[in-house]
């Protein structure tokens, strides 16, 4: 209750701006579908109720948002396209395939960039640098060419083939949160804690699997909350430019092709929802690790 | 006086090579570390020689090198000159062989291991068998009277307990050589009353040879057999005494006028070391 109540002070704030904020920006469009009608004097409580519940509104209120996801999710069958599970589905399957290609791409440059002090000169670079390029930018190039060399080189079905191109994007973001904290995490041992390996003569690996990946586990999970957000963006940026149909991505493209706001809105409800569900799932897990490795209860 | 002395440059070695009974030997030993303010002298020209079962204490000021020499005999730091044999052989090959173990300032457990599994890194390290691994942690355990903690993890237990932890870690494989790095520093005097006694009985269980650092004159004096003073810039062995003090010592032993002998000597040869600093 104690920390419920300031998240629900503010959610209220929240409602009350967006509902006041809805009156006013639809009211253009009321006045003008009351001056076709010939509609006059119409009461204010009317008025109101009226900006809430327009068919394309400027913007959507919340009971519109939440009466669509509800449409779109209990009362359609999942597999079918009109389901919001089934896109979320589709956009959820590229954000897991990216997020597991860009974290073992990631704690793997982390693993050589830790032991080879020439790849921590030659690649840190290079990974820095590889997040400045615009993501928007880049996606359609990815997803172009990569789905034109899975179908036409390696010849792979269009499925596979565009869930692939996806999650390369998808991959592309994650793997540079979580290089950066494995290598924080694989450097994270302390001097002592180092030389007490060296007086057992360990060898490197099992100083690595006995100091080093342990030791990194909870700068792992913080990158790893990092990027499965990252991951996420990467699918639904993979689903814009290039006319896919199904999808978080291209649910949102197409609402805006048709001004079908309360469908953009709902697309972002549930592409947030999803973050929301993929972000305290790795948390979860990570409390459980955490256990299972002796940590002080918080 | 009852005291039997020894100067440092007494005990060098000769040029035979070390006695078969000589666990330590260093001749001429020197460590200049290259820092941006210049080289530091270390060690410096330090001649010494530890005998199997000795209980060898090295006391002196911050800088004087006595972690140094400690982190030298472990492989730890290579000396710039001079030669170092830990039963005959370099100290890496030493090394290599698990010749000894290493008790540092902190504890240094692994916080994901539970006791028990902190005292079994250094077997499953070295390969030791499930059964082995058990019957030695039950020893060791035993040994510094931390049954009954094996499933805790190390936030669960005291300064004083985790320290006792990590000892038990550095006896499981059985080297007979023991180093420790002013292990009871960080703790409370009544704790290091009791872990000082409760050491000195460990040692004559285990007959090790055991390299002790320490800050404080008690401590060196109540414990060793041989006391090695060393005075900083450059890190040197100003005066080695040997204990006069009967294998039996109970805590009271510090009141007695043979033990204020010996570290009023100590108390010298520190500040002999101090005032060479001043004049320097």
Known sequence: MNKAFPIIIVLIGLLIVWYAAAIGMNAQWQNDVYRRAGTTDVPMTQFVQDTWNQEKPVLPTMHQVMGELWNTTVLVAPNKPRSLLFHAWVTFSATALGFLMGSVLGIALAVLIVHSEAMNRSLMPWIVASQTIPILALAPLIVVIGFNIFTGTLGIPTDPARLMSKAIISAYLSFFPVAVGMVKGLRSPEAIQLDLMHTYNASPSQTFWKLRWPASVPYLFTSLKVGVAASLVGAIVGELPTGAVAGLGARLLAGSYYSQTVQIWSALFAASILAAILVISVGLVEKLVARQMGARPA | ?280
């Not at chain 2, 400690?70 to 000396?79: G, N, S």
Request: aromatic content about 8%; hydrophobic content about 40%; proline content about 6%.
């Open chain 2, 1 to 280: 006086m009852l005291l039997s002395v020894t100067t440092a440059s007494s005990a060098a070695i000769e040029d035979k090579g070390p006695l078969p009974a000589t666990v330590v030997s260093a001749a001429d030993l020197s460590l200049t570390f290259a820092t941006n303010d210049g080289p530091v002298h270390a060690l410096s020209n330090v001649n010494l020689s530890i005998g199997k079962g000795e209980f060898v204490s090295f006391i002196g000021p911050s800088g004087c090198g006595k972690t140094t020499f400690l982190r030298t005999i472990a492989d730890l730091e290579q000396p710039t000159s001079g030669t170092l044999l830990i039963n005959g052989m370099t100290p890496r090959q030493a090394r290599e062989k698990r010749a000894y173990g290493y008790v540092f300032q902190a504890p240094a457990l692994y916080p994901w291991r539970t006791i028990e599994k902190n005292v079994a890194l250094p077997l499953e390290i070295m390969g030791y068998s499930a059964a082995e691994q058990a019957e030695r942690i039950k020893r060791t355990m035993d040994l510094v009277n931390l049954s009954g903690f094996e499933k805790k993890y190390p936030w669960q237990l005291s300064g004083g307990m985790q320290q006792r932890a990590s000892i038990a870690r550095a006896l499981a494989f059985d080297a007979d050589l023991l180093l420790m790095d002013e292990p009871f520093g960080a703790l409370d005097e009544i704790v290091r009353d009791h872990l000082n006694s409760e050491l000195l009985k460990l040692w004559a269980r285990t007959q090790k040879t055991i390299c002790f650092v320490t800050h404080s004159i008690p401590e060196a004096v109540y414990l060793s057999t041989k006391i090695v003073v060393m005075s900083p810039r450059p890190g040197r062995v100003t005066d080695v005494i040997e204990s006069t003090l009967p294998a039996e010592r109970p805590l009271d032993i510090r009141e007695t006028p043979e033990f204020l002998a010996i570290a009023a000597r100590v108390r010298d040869g520190l500040r002999a070391g101090h005032s060479y600093e001043e004049h320097a």
